[in-house]
């Protein structure tokens, strides 16, 4: 990977999100299946040193794929390699400690989140390790005191519909709160899909990078980019960058001429589009995500996964979508022919 290489050293911050826990020690999550249960050894952080990875987010759902005892190991080998790290911890006020950066004579703070929960995850509590606190109402107040402290925040966010190019409303609508407090930038991932990019405020929330080194047999989710940018001292956002990245052999590479050129006429029209869509668009979005919600809530015998959205997301998602989902068969029909 020597371009890519080459482009991330250029960069004085070069965060990712580390979509599993690192190290040998812990066992699956009995009831996440397997084929989706990752771990990676430890030697292969020497792939983020090569890339000249400052920090990961592990703000993720698959960060407990083998248990608490694997999200400790994971820190262990993260300090012991001198990458820095968010989004996770031993107990509740190590996982939402922000990681504090200066980067020449600039205060940096980011957040990292998990919205997309599996099987294996759990927020962390005061006696357990587990992912930070996603609820809005506590994201919101870090934002501000951060950036009352002198803070430029970045927050990573690991939300969305898997396999889609939009985003969900209720997602975009807080995202656009963590930018109203004060964030610079908000930095998703978790659909495995590129999405567009929103402007707010001069600032950019980046709805899902798309997989970067994660090969799934899907095209799109074998397409992705870098998103670079320098950050002005007043938060301004220059030189912005869109670097498109084809994954093969699950090994990511840089690509160009017509590659290139259609990913990045992909991302500006998903960021047109997404201004212009009808009300009905996304009230699809909502129904398919509840879908998402209903058959997880099915298949890993857990009601955490309905305590994820918050309450306004069920009163979008309306009632004929509880019916079409929850009620029985023939009910479901009369319901639908009335």
């Not at 990676?40 to 020497?46: A, E, I, K, N, W």
């Not at 994971?74 to 950066?101: S, V």
């Not at 938060?235 to 990913?263: F, M, R, T, W, Y």
Request: proline share 6%; net charge positive.
């Amino acid at each position: 990977m020597e371009r890519i290489s080459s482009l991330l050293r250029s960069y004085d911050l070069v965060f990712a999100n580390l979509e599993n826990p690192v190290g040998l020690r812990g066992i699956p999550h009995p009831i996440q299946r397997p084929h989706v249960t990752f771990r990676c050894h430890p030697d292969t952080l020497r792939v983020l040193k090569n890339l000249g990875v400052t920090a990961v987010s592990l703000g993720n759902n698959h960060m407990l794929d083998y248990g608490p005892v694997s999200l400790v190991e994971t820190l262990e080998h993260l300090d012991a390699h001198g990458i820095r790290h968010a989004g996770a911890g031993r107990n509740y006020e190590e996982a939402n400690r922000p990681l504090l950066m200066e980067i020449k004579g600039r205060k940096i703070a980011i957040l990292a989140y998990a919205f997309l929960y599996s099987a294996s995850t759990q927020m962390a509590t005061r006696t357990r390790a587990g992912v930070a606190d996603h609820r809005i109402r506590n994201i919101l107040p870090r934002i501000r005191e951060l950036v009352r402290q002198g803070y430029q925040v970045l927050v990573s966010a690991h939300w969305g519909r898997e396999y889609s190019f939009y985003p969900l409303p209720y997602q975009m609508a807080q995202a656009r709160q963590m930018i109203g407090e004060g964030a610079t930038m908000v930095i998703g991932h978790g659909p495995h899909y590129p999405q567009g990019i929103e402007s707010c405020h001069g600032r950019r929330i980046i709805y899902s990078l798309g997989n970067f080194i994660f090969d799934e047999p899907f095209r799109y989710a074998n397409r992705s980019f870098i998103y670079g940018a320098a950050i002005g001292a007043d938060n301004a956002l220059l030189d912005e960058q869109i670097v498109p990245v084809h994954i093969a052999n699950h090994v990511p590479g840089l690509v160009e001429s017509k590659d290139k050129e259609s990913l990045e006429k992909l991302i500006a029209k998903l960021s047109r589009l997404y201004p212009t869509r009808s009300k009905k668009f996304w009230q699809i979005q909502n129904s398919l995500y509840f879908g998402d919600i209903v058959s997880r809530v099915s298949h890993m015998k857990s009601l955490k996964f309905l305590l994820l959205p918050p309450l306004s997301f069920y009163w979008a998602v309306g009632i004929r979508n509880y019916a079409r989902k929850l009620l029985p068969k023939p009910l479901k029909q009369h319901i639908a022919r009335g």
